[in-house]
């Protein structure tokens, strides 16, 4: 099963997951930063948008050569997904709390 968390930090966001192909013994994590982007205007929004996706994709090893194949695997997408989607709740509380001054 892959399990992604992400977690508010002093500094940034965190975005951890555990890809398929991985030892479940060690998960992996990235730190995102999002200090210095303007949350209440939709560029801001968009490139932490980018950066989280840009995060998911290195966690979940989306674009890691296989043998045979050019396209991710099953796993890995999926594991994007639920990278994804965890992080863009995690995004709309931080904007949510930016906007009421917090």
Same mark, same amino acid.
């Given at each position: 099963?892959?399990?992604?968390?992400?977690?508010?930090?002093?500094?940034?966001?965190?975005?951890? +997951?555990?890809?398929?192909? +991985?030892?479940?013994?060690?998960?992996?994590?990235?730190?995102? %930063?999002?200090?210095?982007?303007?949350?209440?205007?939709?560029?801001?929004?968009?490139?932490? %948008?980018? &950066?989280?996706?840009?995060?998911?994709?290195?966690?979940?090893?989306?674009? %890691?050569? &296989?043998? $045979?194949? &050019?396209?991710?695997? &099953?796993?890995?997408?999926?594991?994007?997904? %639920? +990278?994804?989607?965890? +992080?863009?709740?995690?995004?709309?509380?931080?904007?949510?709390?930016?906007?009421?001054? $917090?």
């Amino acid at each position: 099963m892959i399990k992604t968390t992400l977690t508010s930090a002093a500094l940034g966001l965190m975005l951890a +997951a555990t890809p398929a192909a +991985a030892d479940t013994s060690e998960t992996p994590g990235v730190k995102i %930063e999002y200090r210095d982007l303007d949350l209440d205007t939709p560029e801001g929004q968009e490139k932490l %948008e980018r &950066r989280i996706d840009a995060a998911a994709s290195q966690i979940c090893k989306l674009n %890691e050569r &296989r043998t $045979g194949t &050019r396209l991710p695997s &099953r796993a890995s997408k999926q594991c994007f997904a %639920e +990278a994804r989607t965890t +992080a863009k709740s995690q995004m709309a509380t931080l904007i949510a709390n930016q906007q009421r001054g $917090g």
